[in-house]
């Protein structure tokens, strides 16, 4: 009787979910087998994978894809090597540690388009950008960043944001570690590298794989920072996969295209998270 009720009361919420989760898939995979253009509505009809081919065979698809790669691998890097780094640095006492700490998580609660914005506009402007200040006091000639180097540019604006994030997770796992092995190390006379490999490593390996799982879920979305600042170029510089998938509904008013980006889109996050899901769990039963 209890079982019964309790699948009476969770049903509407699990009807609701799936709806939530069914539908806009189910839209999504229909718009994939369709030609439908927005300046041509009356073309419309059953194509198959016709759309499918169109996407993985442009010419700006695998660029996005590699940008893509490229771009989730060094935000991870970065923000999981910076993030441990500080996050062991600030791990003691010393004065005004509160406040350092606010002051480092802060950049993680700012909007992504703020946050694109405050780099183009005040980091990386050619002209009176914090960037070109610095080398001129050096006596060198400032690059114009977005320009030159967009993707370093975007893995840059990306990092920023998201160590922060890094650092809450780590900073957060450092409080539980235990600090009578830390001193046992000590009176052993382990150095501080030796302290680093053998304790706080091994100790750090399930909010690593956390950090790791949920950064590649958000990096494979990046949009907003490519769309405010160098809008994919130059050509497919700074392009990745939800970008060339805006293009193509929005720029190119092919929402039947993008649909089959966004499935093809789909299925690479999957598979990524697919063998993070192992690592995580792999972490967890060591």
């Known amino acids: 009787m209890n079982r019964s009720l309790a699948r009476w009361l969770t049903a509407p919420s ?12 189910g839209m999504t995979l229909y718009f994939s087998t369709i030609r439908y253009n927005l300046l041509y509505p009356e073309r419309t009809g059953f194509i198959g994978l016709g759309n499918y081919e169109f996407f993985w065979t442009d010419p700006a698809f695998l660029p996005a894809l590699w940008n893509t790669l ?31 700490r606010v002051l480092l998580i802060s950049p ?6 703020v946050n694109a914005l405050l780099w183009k506009n005040m980091m990386m402007n050619p002209i009176y950008g914090v960037f ?26 990306v990092s920023w944001q998201w160590t922060p994030f890094a650092i809450l997770i780590f900073m957060t796992s450092l409080q539980s570690q235990d ?6 190390a000590e009176l052993d006379g382990a150095s501080s590298w030796a302290k680093f490999v053998n304790l706080t490593l091994p100790h750090m390996a399930r909010p690593m794989s956390i950090v790791i799982l949920i950064q590649t879920i958000f990096h494979l ?4 920072e490519i769309y405010v600042t160098t809008s994919g170029g130059p050509g497919y510089d700074s392009t990745n ?35 993070l899901v192992r690592i995580v769990g792999k972490s967890l039963v060591v």
Not at 75 to 99: M, N, P
């Open 14 to 25: 699990i009807v609701l979910l799936l709806i939530w989760m069914i539908v806009p898939l």
């Open 70 to 100: 490229i771009l989730v691998g060094s935000v991870l890097i970065i923000s999981v090597v910076l993030g441990l780094a500080i996050a062991i640095l600030i791990d003691r006492e010393f004065k005004a540690r509160g406040i350092v």
């Open 108 to 113: 993680f609660f700012i909007m992504p388009t």
């Open 132 to 157: 070109t200040v610095i080398a001129g006091w050096l006596g060198m000639d400032a690059p114009n960043m977005l320009a030159e180097m967009p993707l370093f540019s975007i893995i840059m604006i």
């Open 179 to 184: 600090r009578e092995q830390m001193e046992a």
């Open 221 to 224: 979305a990046i949009f907003a």
């Open 241 to 275: 996969l939800p970008y060339l998938i805006y293009n193509q509904a929005f720029l190119a008013n092919n929402p039947g295209v993008a649909a089959a980006g966004g499935v093809i889109a789909i299925i690479l996050a999957n598979i990524v998270a697919f063998f």
